[in-house]
């Protein structure tokens, strides 16, 4: 049977290696989907996912399971997005350019694709970007994360109402991006 | 489920970062303990970040220049502008009464 979260950490504490890196292969895949969905592929979004668990690493003494690991984990990866998404307004030439660059392959079966593939992710990443920071995390949290409201409004510590306007607000303009003039 | 849900739901999938994540971060963890092992073994004992000796001696630089100037400036005051008055300077600054005979028999109530 596969060790508890609380199992992992009391040995991570204890200086187990192994325990930590566990702790890492369990929620690499969360921590991704919140990071890129937040700034778009790249080093950043690798740096921020790194940074993510440096700091839970630093925080293993503290953190006395107030929170469930993964809620934990999604709060640092937010609010760490949030940083770099203003650090990157402030150094704008940092962008990433995020066109998928694939309109260069051959015509083969798989490359229409892989291209259809790369051209769907482009919308939504189009999409996504624009969108306000505070509804963008909504939508991450929500529909990539799987998160309820409830969970939803407690990583980014908000009122349910606000969650649920936020991600009202986000659809709208979402239809308008993804739809057949977006 | 509305299709922009849908829509940006499907992405999920390959949102993954490039393999060897757990060693990238396994890495960084080394090295952030390392630097803090190094970190502690060089900070002397008690004198560490929360004491009151490191506060003290961090205000202190500004504390001393601070009373270097203020003593500074009413050297010069004294000197400058308060060779005319009947009692002393920093009396004169506090806008107290000058200390004469007559004065002192007044407050004394004689």
């Known amino acids: ?182 | 489920m509305r299709d922009e849900e849908r829509w940006i739901r499907s992405a999920a999938p390959e949102m993954k970062f490039e393999p060897g994540f757990r060693d990238r971060v396994m890495a960084r963890v080394r090295e952030v303990e390392q630097a803090e092992n190094l970190e502690s073994r060089t900070r002397r004992p008690g004198r560490g970040p929360d004491t009151l000796y490191f506060h003290l001696r961090h205000a202190f630089p500004r504390l001393a220049v601070a009373g270097v100037i203020g003593l500074v400036g009413l050297g010069m005051y004294t000197l400058i502008g308060g060779a005319g008055l009947a009692g002393s300077p920093l009396d004169a600054l506090l806008g107290m009464p000058p200390e004469t005979l007559e004065a002192a028999f007044i407050l004394g109530g004689v």
């Open chain 1, 1 to 182: 049977m596969a060790p508890t979260d609380d199992a992992l950490l009391a040995r991570a504490r204890g200086g187990d290696e192994r325990a930590f890196a566990t702790i890492v292969d369990r929620y690499e895949q969360r921590v991704a989907v919140t990071v890129i969905g937040m700034l778009g592929p790249g080093v950043e979004a690798e740096e921020t996912g790194q940074e993510v668990f440096v700091r839970l690493y630093r925080s293993l003494d503290r953190f006395r399971g107030e929170a469930a690991l993964g809620t934990y984990l999604t709060r640092i990866a937010v609010n760490l997005s949030l940083t770099a998404l203003n650090k990157r307004k402030r150094w704008y030439e940092r962008f990433v350019d995020l066109s998928p660059g694939q309109e260069s392959a051959p015509p083969t079966e798989d490359a229409l694709d892989r291209l259809e593939r790369g051209q769907r992710d482009a919308r939504v990443r189009k999409a996504l970007d624009s969108l306000p920071e505070d509804q963008r995390a909504v939508v991450v949290l929500r529909w990539l994360d799987d998160l309820s409201t409830r969970e939803t409004a407690e990583v980014l510590t908000i009122p349910e109402g606000t969650v649920m306007s936020r991600l009202s607000r986000a659809m709208d303009r979402l239809r308008r991006e993804l739809g057949p003039d977006g």
